[in-house]
């Protein structure tokens, strides 16, 4: 009996880490999805801004940076994923901005 308990503490301890490991890793995807989403938002108010227009290098430039996180992401390299994320929301505002810029001088006159 004392043999069976031993081998029962170090299966339940294995089952144990083995949960929180799948618990832990499962958890590491999540801020870098979020950021992806905001930055996929991001790109998608410029886009609907004219940002190709109006602002073509930076729209490019947040489109291509877009591209590159989700395949990161995929590959599961999270912290890569999170800086182009970060870049292409960067780039993605900064076309919204110019956009919003163009069009208001465009009322103007």
Avoid: H, N, W
Avoid at 25 to 34: E, I
Avoid at 35 to 63: C, H, K, N, T
Avoid at 93 to 103: I, Q
């Amino acid at each position: 009996m004392g043999r069976s308990r031993i081998r029962i503490v170090p299966q339940r301890g294995r089952v144990l880490f083995l949960l929180f490991l799948f618990v832990a890793a499962s958890g590491l995807g999540c801020q870098t999805r979020r950021l992806y989403r905001e930055a996929e938002a991001a790109v998608e108010a410029a886009r609907d801004a004219g940002a190709a227009r109006f602002a073509p290098f930076e729209f490019v430039s947040a489109e291509e940076y877009l591209q590159e996180a989700e395949a990161q992401l995929k590959e599961s390299d999270f912290k890569t994923s999170e800086r182009y994320s970060q870049k292409a929301r960067e780039f993605a505002e900064a076309a919204l901005a110019r956009s919003m810029e163009a069009r208001q001088q465009m009322l103007v006159r």
